[in-house]
Nanobody
Framework: QVQLVESGGGLVQPGGSLSLSCVAS????????MSWYRQAPGKEREFVAF????????NYAGFVKGRFTISRNNAKNTVYLQMNSLKPDDTAMYYC????????WGQGTQVTVSS
């Protein structure tokens, strides 16, 4: 079956960096567009970043532009999210999403930005 497994979350101070990974299995990874979403306590899940199948097109939510970078390695079935200049408002559960007609989600990885 399809599995998306996120990792790399943790506790970081404001201004710090984290690198998230999402490893996919059970699907033809290069046929899927990949995205990162996040959900803070008491809030709806929101879009963070998108990358096309080949990786040549990316898109970001306005609140992360210039701070986060999404990338993918199709040979490793992995999508990444490099997060720099983190703020307390970035605290959330971060989820990866695979989409190609069907929609698949990982279980999430917690990111906490606090001093």
């Amino acid at each position: 079956q399809v599995q998306l497994v996120e990792s790399g979350g943790g506790l970081v101070q404001p201004g710090g960096s984290l690198s998230l990974s999402c490893v996919a299995s059970g699907l033809s990874f290069s046929n899927y567009v990949m995205s990162w979403y996040r959900q803070a306590p008491g809030k709806e899940r929101e879009f963070v970043a998108f990358i096309s199948r080949s990786g040549d097109y990316t898109n970001y939510a306005g609140f992360v532009k210039g701070r986060f970078t999404i990338s993918r390695n199709n040979a490793k079935n992995t999508v990444y999210l490099q997060m720099n200049s983190l703020k307390p408002d970035d605290t959330a559960m971060y989820y990866c999403n695979a989409r190609s007609g069907n929609d698949f989600w990982g279980q999430g990885t917690q990111v906490t930005v606090s001093s």
